[in-house]
């Protein structure tokens, strides 16, 4: 008797956990750094910035259910690479891939709950130690600010005024 009502509990819960929906994760680029995509980094760097921010919110979310039936907005408002992209290659070229730099990113926005409440998002992290950046991919640093900022979100966490 015991196993059958546990089995009903279960069932339950799964059936409960299903109807919502995961969260929806919109990804927009600041004006400021959309000027500096087309004077420095290039357009397609932006894009694929985009595209990674999106992806890496949207598994984090998934995985944990975090901020089910909500919108996630953000806005890519600076993004800093560690080596130069390929439109900054070709403006410069005596540029090196082999050119390193700090890199990091800065991620504002709003969290729209299933019931209407918004509430503000801004994250930022830049890298402060030249040590570790020969080892980076171009956009490694912001990647690594995109992973911080999902595991924080799939934690359930808002993060506002950082």
Do not use: C
């Not at 598994?59 to 900054?88: H, V, W």
């Not at 020969?134 to 690594?144: F, I, L, R």
């Amino acid at each position: 008797m015991r196993i059958a009502v546990i089995s009903a509990a279960a069932a339950l819960f799964a059936a409960g956990s299903t109807l919502a929906a995961p969260a929806s994760v919109e990804v927009k680029i600041g004006p400021e750094l959309q000027a500096k995509a087309t004077k420095t980094y290039g357009v397609r760097e932006l894009e694929y910035l985009a595209t990674d921010l999106r992806k890496t919110v949207a598994a984090r979310l998934a995985d944990s259910r975090a901020y089910d039936g909500a919108r996630i907005e953000m806005t890519l408002m600076d993004a800093t690479p560690n080596r130069p992209t390929f439109k900054q290659m070709s403006d410069r070229p005596g540029l090196s891939f082999q050119s390193f730099g700090l890199g990091g990113a800065r991620i504002a926005g709003q969290i729209v709950t299933a019931d209407g409440k918004a509430s503000p998002i801004d994250y930022k992290w830049y890298e402060s130690d030249i040590r570790w950046e020969h080892m980076n991919s171009t956009w490694g640093d912001a990647q690594t600010t995109f992973q911080q900022f999902a595991a924080r979100l799939g934690r359930g966490q808002l993060i506002a005024s950082r």
